[in-house]
C-alpha cells in the first residue's frame, strides 16, 4: 500500500490538494519507481487512486527489497493518472544534463504515448549545481514537443530547521553515520516547502505556476469511500438479508430477556433494524456475526468492544456481550440513521489464535476482501537514543549500555535523563547534539507494522 496518512488528507484535503508539490501530502501517494528512474504519478480519480495502488502492490510483490515498476505495467495502470517526469533523480534530468537530448525527446514520445495529454514536463530548481541550466533545457524541450510544464519543488520537509532531522533520518534508513558520505543524502538545505514567490525567482516560467493549479483541480478526489460494500453473508435461499437479521435477531431475544423487560428489548431491537435498513447495513452486521460465530465454534475466545456494545443487535448477535437496556447505552452513538459511512465494530480475539481466525476469514471471503490494518510505529525513547546514538558514531556496546539506563516507553523530555546517558557516554558536545536530536524525532513515524487484531 501507499505510504501516506490517510487522516492528514482527509482533514486538510483542501491543503494538501492545493499544494500538489507538497511531498508530504501528495509525493508519498504518488511517487513510483521505474527501471528508468521514478516519475511522479497523482490521480485524478478513484480508479486513478486504484491504478496506483496496483503499480505499488505490483511492484513490491515483484521485488519487496527494491520495488520497481517497469513501462508494461504503467500501460496496464495509466488510466486517470497524470504523469510528471520528476526531478534531479529522473531519467529525464539525467538525460537533459548529459546533453543528450535526442534520448530525452524519445522518453518523452514514449511516456506521452503512455499517457497522453496527461504528461507534464516537471521543472524544479534545488539551488544545486546546473539546476538552472537543465532547467532552461527542459523548458524548451517541453516546448519543442508541445508538452506543457509544471513547477514543483522536490520537497523533502516542510522549513529549513528541518534539515537536520531529514539528514539525520537518511542515515539512520542507510545504516550510515553522519560523517558517511552518501549520494542519498541531502546535498543542501533547500528541499523545504517554498512559498510561490519564491520559486518563481527560481523558476521564470509563469505557465508552470498555472499548471499545478489545474493539476491541483483535477485531483480533489476523496481517497476513502463513505459507504464500504461488505462480502456477501451465507443467506438462505429465499431470504433476504434484513430477514435473516430479524429473525437472528428475535430468536436469540426471549433466552436474554424475560417476559417482563422483553416488550421494551423487542422495540429497540425494532428501531435499530429499522436503522440498520435504512443504512443498508444488514449484511455487515450478518458478515460480523458469521466471523464471530466462526470463532465461537472453534472455541477462540473473542469479544466485541467499543461503541458497537450500545447496540442490542450487536449483543442478541453475540458480537458484545453487554446488555445495552441495562447499562442504559445509547444506540445513537454507535449507528443513527443521519450517518455517513460504515460504522466500527471493534473485535477481539485470542492472540494465541488470532491467525486461525484470520486465515479461515481469507479462505471465507476472499483475499480481495480482507485485509490486515497497517499501524505506524512511532519512535520512543529508547528506540529514538539507539538510531541516534549509532548514526553519531557511538559504538554498539556503549549504546547498549546506555539504552538500559533510561524506560523503555514515553518520555516527556529527553533531557530529563541526561545524567543517566553521560554516565555511559560522558560528557562532551557530541552528547549535548544526541540529546537535541532525540528531542527532534518526537513522535516521528520509524516505521509500519501490521495491527495486532
Not at 499548471?211 to 453473508?233: F, G, M, W
Not at 431470504?239 to 422483553?262: D, G
Not at 450517518?339 to 485470542?350: A, E, H, L, S
Not at 557530541?430 to 540529546?435: F, T
Request: negative net charge; contains cysteine.
Amino acid at each position: 500500500m501507499p505510504d501516506f496518512d490517510i487522516d492528514f488528507c482527509q482533514d486538510r484535503r483542501d491543503e494538501v490538494i492545493r499544494y500538489v508539490q507538497d511531498k508530504y501530502g501528495i509525493d508519498r501517494v504518488a511517487k513510483i519507481i521505474t527501471k528508468d528512474g521514478p516519475l511522479l504519478l497523482l490521480a485524478r480519480s478513484p480508479e486513478g487512486y486504484r491504478n496506483l495502488c496496483l503499480l505499488l502492490t505490483e511492484s513490491h510483490l515483484q521485488n519487496r527489497k527494491d520495488p520497481v515498476s517497469d513501462l508494461d505495467s504503467l500501460r496496464r495502470h495509466q488510466e486517470d493518472l497524470i504523469c510528471l517526469t520528476g526531478g534531479r533523480e529522473s531519467r529525464l534530468w539525467q538525460l537533459v544534463s548529459k546533453g543528450t537530448f535526442t534520448a530525452a525527446g524519445t522518453w518523452l514520445e514514449t511516456l506521452r504515448q503512455i499517457f497522453g495529454s496527461r504528461l507534464y514536463v516537471e521543472l524544479c530548481h534545488g539551488l544545486q549545481p546546473d539546476d538552472g541550466a537543465v532547467l532552461h533545457r527542459l523548458y524548451r524541450l517541453a516546448k519543442a514537443a508541445a508538452l506543457p510544464v509544471v513547477a514543483t519543488n522536490d520537497v523533502r520537509f516542510a522549513t529549513p530547521d528541518d534539515y537536520r532531522r531529514y539528514d539525520l533520518l537518511n542515515c539512520i534508513r542507510l545504516g550510515i553515520t553522519v560523517s558517511d558520505p552518501h549520494p542519498q543524502r541531502p546535498r543542501n538545505a533547500e528541499a523545504y516547502l517554498k512559498t510561490e514567490a519564491q520559486l518563481c525567482r527560481l523558476i521564470p516560467y509563469p505557465e508552470a505556476f498555472h499548471n499545478t493549479a489545474l493539476i491541483a483541480r483535477q485531483c480533489s478526489i476523496d481517497l476513502v469511500a463513505e459507504y464500504i460494500t461488505p462480502p456477501t453473508a451465507n443467506l438462505p435461499e429465499g431470504e433476504t438479508a434484513l430477514h435473516c437479521l430479524r429473525r437472528l435477531c428475535s430468536e436469540s431475544l426471549p433466552p436474554r430477556y424475560p417476559p417482563p423487560q422483553r416488550p421494551v428489548a423487542v422495540a429497540q431491537m425494532e428501531k435499530e433494524l429499522e436503522v440498520i435498513g435504512s443504512l443498508e447495513l444488514e449484511e455487515f452486521f450478518l458478515v460480523v456475526h458469521e466471523v464471530v460465530s466462526e470463532a465461537e465454534r472453534r472455541g477462540i475466545r473473542c469479544a466485541g468492544r467499543g461503541s458497537a456494545a450500545n447496540s442490542i443487535i450487536s449483543y442478541l448477535l453475540g458480537i458484545t456481550a453487554v446488555d445495552p437496556i441495562r447499562h442504559h447505552l445509547l444506540f445513537e452513538r454507535f449507528l443513527h440513521g443521519g450517518r455517513k459511512g460504515t460504522p466500527d465494530i471493534d473485535v477481539d480475539f485470542d492472540a494465541d489464535r488470532r491467525d486461525e481466525i484470520i486465515d479461515w476469514m481469507e479462505n471465507r471471503f476472499g483475499i480481495e476482501q480482507t485485509a490486515m490494518t497497517g499501524t505506524v510505529v512511532t519512535y520512543r525513547l529508547r528506540l529514538a537514543l539507539r538510531d541516534v546514538a549509532k548514526a553519531l558514531g557511538y559504538p554498539i556496546p556503549l549504546i547498549n549500555e546506555m539504552t538500559e539506563k533510561v524506560p523503555s516507553g514515553d518520555a516527556p523530555d529527553v533531557r530529563e535523563y541526561r545524567r543517566q546517558v553521560s554516565r555511559v557516554l560522558g560528557e562532551t558536545d557530541l552528547l549535548d547534539l544526541l540529546l537535541t536530536m532525540v528531542k527532534t524525532l518526537g513522535e516521528c513515524p520509524r516505521h509500519m507494522g501490521l495491527h495486532a487484531g
